[in-house]
T-cell receptor, first 115, second 110 residues
Framework: DGGITQSPKYLFRKEGQNVTLSCEQNLNHDAMYWYRQDPGQGLRLIYYSQIVNDFQKGDIAEGYSVSREKKESFPLTVTSAQKNPTAFYLC??????????????FGEGSRLTVL | RKEVEQDPGPFNVPEGATVAFNCTYSNSASQSFFWYRQDCRKEPKLLMSVYSSGNEDGRFTAQLNRASQYISLLIRDSKLSDSATYLCVVRGDSSYKLIFGSGTRLLVRP
């Protein structure tokens, strides 16, 4: 079945450590996104990528990095520079040209806790 | 002012009730509007798009008021399974940027 797979589902990290969250999709979508969700808040865009080897900063990119070497994959690295990394991270994808542009297909999320 | 604002709730209603949520957006140039549903500790899923003429999907009705810059979601005959957080989503200037509200929580009780 087509979909988006995120791993790990739960992750614990010590302060000062970098961690990489995986996101793989087999939907043949061009665009991929990373969002962060904190309790009681909406999703905030970290990074997005429209095509392979290209990506753009979202609203809260500081302390994060991404790569898009393959269409199917869009890993997110949470670096030690991210001051408050404990959150629920959601990866999503879609066809940017679909009309109306909107439906995002989400992975099940990765819950990161910094100890 | 937030770009997309929602009443956080929770709305606590009995089964069978009708409940309505509103959402306001600040960018008058916004083009597309959506309601997503998010269950506790799960990913959001598209509930319905919102069209200018309003649209209905079973027990759910979505309305758009461009003049006042708000969208609404009406749920009729509430079911226990409707308990979730409903996220208002607006497409901003860029076709790639979707702006999410913080969500309205609905609790349907027996």
């Amino acid at each position: 079945d087509g979909g988006i797979t995120q791993s790990p589902k739960y992750l614990f990290r010590k302060e000062g450590q970098n961690v990489t969250l995986s996101c793989e999709q087999n939907l043949n979508h061009d665009a991929m996104y990373w969002y962060r969700q904190d309790p009681g808040q909406g999703l905030r865009l970290i990074y997005y990528s429209q095509i392979v080897n290209d990506f753009q900063k979202g609203d809260i990119a500081e302390g994060y990095s991404v790569s898009r070497e393959k269409k199917e994959s869009f890993p997110l690295t949470v670096t030690s520079a991210q001051k408050n990394p404990t959150a629920f991270y959601l990866c999503a994808s879609n066809y940017p040209g679909q009309s109306p542009t909107g439906e995002l297909f989400f992975g099940e999320g990765s819950r990161l806790t910094v100890l | 002012r937030k770009e997309v604002e929602q009443d956080p709730g929770p709305f606590n209603v009995p089964e069978g009730a009708t409940v309505a949520f509103n959402c306001t957006y600040s960018n008058s140039a916004s083009q597309s509007f959506f309601w997503y549903r998010q269950d506790c500790r799960k990913e959001p899923k598209l509930l319905m798009s919102v069209y200018s003429s309003g649209n209905e999907d079973g027990r759910f009705t979505a309305q758009l008021n461009r003049a006042s810059q708000y969208i609404s979601l009406l749920i009729r005959d509430s079911k226990l399974s409707d308990s979730a957080t409903y996220l208002c989503v607006v497409r901003g200037d860029s076709s790639y940027k979707l702006i999410f509200g913080s969500g309205t929580r609905l609790l349907v009780r027996p």
